[in-house]
């Protein structure tokens, strides 16, 4: 499994495609109990001194909804023809030494998967808790037309939070097809959020619009860092 991810992620720094897109690529596992102090800490002196290039990484927790027994996810994400950093920002001994530090505190290896982001809002740091739906959905340029129109329709609403929608391309978790995201402040925030949208005709009216969708999960993640 550690040389599956190791693979992977050295496939992420090298990727080469024509196309303008943001991709991404995440790794979940499961860390022993209470060593997350000590995984941030070899996250942030592993990626603190590495320039990023249209792109970036994550360390996340997973939080309500978490079902495989993953408590944690890294994610990188980067532009589709552009190298995710330097070809000497990283090296391998560099990236070797991540995976065997990260190995004494990690219990188990979760599942990986990739794919696009196509619409994407980028919103504030602070709203740092970000509510994933993964879902099968039958004519994606429908939903994405759709999304897009909640989005700029209900614009004060989302003012400040990050709001997205794209696919799922490679190991398809549970599934699912594409996955929906928004960020807000804490679980309190986003509930707070659904209740005014959901008292909303034409919210209710345009989330309808979107086409067939059938709902896989939902789950909830923290940005822990980010370079």
């Known amino acids: 499994m550690k040389k599956l991810l190791i693979t992977i992620i050295i496939a992420v720094f090298t990727l080469q495609l024509s196309a303008q897109t943001t991709a991404y690529s995440v790794v979940e596992f499961k860390a022993k109990p209470h060593t997350q102090k000590d995984l941030l800490n070899i996250f942030n002196r592993t990626f603190d001194s590495v320039a990023m290039n249209q792109g970036g990484v994550k360390l996340e927790r997973i939080g309500n909804g978490r079902t495989n027994g993953a408590t944690h996810r890294m994610v990188w994400f980067w532009t589709m023809g552009e190298d995710l950093m330097a070809e000497d920002a990283m090296s391998d001994d560099k990236a070797d030494l991540l995976w065997s530090r990260m190995a004494n505190y990690i219990e188990e290896w979760q599942v990986s998967y990739s794919g696009r982001v196509t619409s994407w809002q980028a919103g504030k740091e602070e709203n740092s808790t970000m509510h994933i739906w993964d ?11 759709g999304h897009e129109k909640i989005v700029k329709e209900f614009k004060e609403d989302f003012e400040g939070r990050s709001i997205g929608f794209g696919t799922y391309d490679f190991g398809r978790p549970n599934g699912a097809t594409h996955w929906i995201a928004l960020t807000g402040k804490d679980k309190e925030d986003h509930m707070m959020l659904y209740e005014k949208l959901w008292n909303d005709e034409t919210f209710v009216k345009l989330i309808k619009e979107r086409g067939p969708v059938e709902s896989v999960k939902d789950y909830e993640v923290r940005v822990l860092k980010q370079f």
């Not at 879902?135 to 037309?145: C, H, L, Q, S, T």
């Open 135 to 145: 879902v099968k959905i039958e004519d994606p340029n429908v939903f994405k037309a």
